[in-house]
């Protein structure tokens, strides 16, 4: 176990946000949300292996065993109260563990394939629109409110994938016109755009999430920004596929394309201001326990003074809570109606942009 310098105390640090032994209203809802959850992953996982003659055999068989584990953790909740948090990552976590005992090792590759490819094809345009804001305040925001709306582009949950299976045209500004208006639910861009007038910061982490218009529209041009301003940044991805989340061998070949479209990226790219990691993770949430020794000695190693966490898994699922040890930026929208009136939103898609300081070591 590494633990990174990003930790002041790896001791207290829990990524949970909820821990479904003790919170009873939480269990009823997320049991049964993954209950249904499950039905879908199956699906998926036997239309990505569709010239299988095993798959529907193998996608039943993953169905049930995952049924049945989550029906022992429901059972074993008053035995676990108090002893061991059951926090909703764990059950996403198994999710991808049982899909690849299956053999299904990434049911989502060619939906990934497909969106980064047609995210590709906008990105010129969607930086000479945020080039042509004059305003430094506009500009940034717009940088952020981009991140988020990218982050919509999520085929784990369910309200998106209602969306996205409905309506192709759906791209990122049918989304940046979706997303929760300001005041946003948890809301420190103001404090973000304030900190921005300061220094640059040296090094920035930045943990992504989704393929497609999320990663390619939504993070590159906010990581762009930063690379700017001088910051060099370290873009981390999952070690694994977890979902249409992007993998860090993924991530290389599309900066690979992506640099192509912009000259500051290809500069960064190429000199090694921009650097991408793997993450050590092997489900859309985050656990900071287990970075890679490799990706701890180059946050060291970079001294690394901004942390940046987006998506729903990294950032409201785990870490919503926790406090690191250099300035934070947690980023998300909340595309479950449950999350957000649990977190005291009203809207469906309620933003989560939380910056902080670093927690006093």
Known sequence: ?????????????????LDLNTD????????????DMVAKFAKVAVKSQEEDQTATQRAEQFQ???LQRLEEHQRNVPVNKGKVILGTSELLKLNETLLRRYGFADPWLRQKRLENASAMARLKQRLQE??????????????????????????????????????????????????????????NLDSW???????????????????????????????????KRGTKVLLC???????????????RSLLDDCSRECEVLEQAWSQGQLLVYA?????????????????????????TDLLVIEGMGRALHTNLNARFGCETLKLAVIKNKWLAKYLGGEDMFAVVCKFEPAAPS
């Open 64 to 66: 049930a065993a995952y």
């Open 24 to 35: 009873e209203k939480a269990a009823d809802y997320w049991f049964k949300c993954f209950r």
């Open 193 to 227: 755009l304030n900190r921005l007038k300061g220094e640059p910061h040296k090094c920035a982490v930045v943990f992504v999430d989704n393929s497609g218009v999320d990663v390619v529209l939504g993070v590159l041009p906010f990581v762009r920004g930063l690379l």
């Open 237 to 251: 991805a999952n070690s694994e596929p977890a979902l249409n989340d992007v993998t860090s061998e993924e991530l």
């Open 1 to 17: 176990m590494h633990s990174s310098s990003l930790l002041p105390d790896p001791a207290v640090y829990q990524p949970d946000t």
């Open 279 to 303: 993450n050590g993770q092997t489900s859309p949430c985050l656990d900071m326990r287990t970075l890679p020794k490799e990706l701890c000695d180059a946050i060291a190693a970079n001294e």
């Open 130 to 187: 945020l080039d042509a804001l004059a305003d430094e305040d506009t500009r940034w925001t717009e940088l952020v409110r981009g991140v988020l709306a990218g982050n919509m582009f999520d085929w784990g949950a369910q309200a998106i994938s209602n969306i996205l299976e409905q309506d192709s045209n759906f791209g990122l500004h049918s989304a940046l016109d979706r997303i929760e208006k300001r005041p946003w639910l948890l809301d």
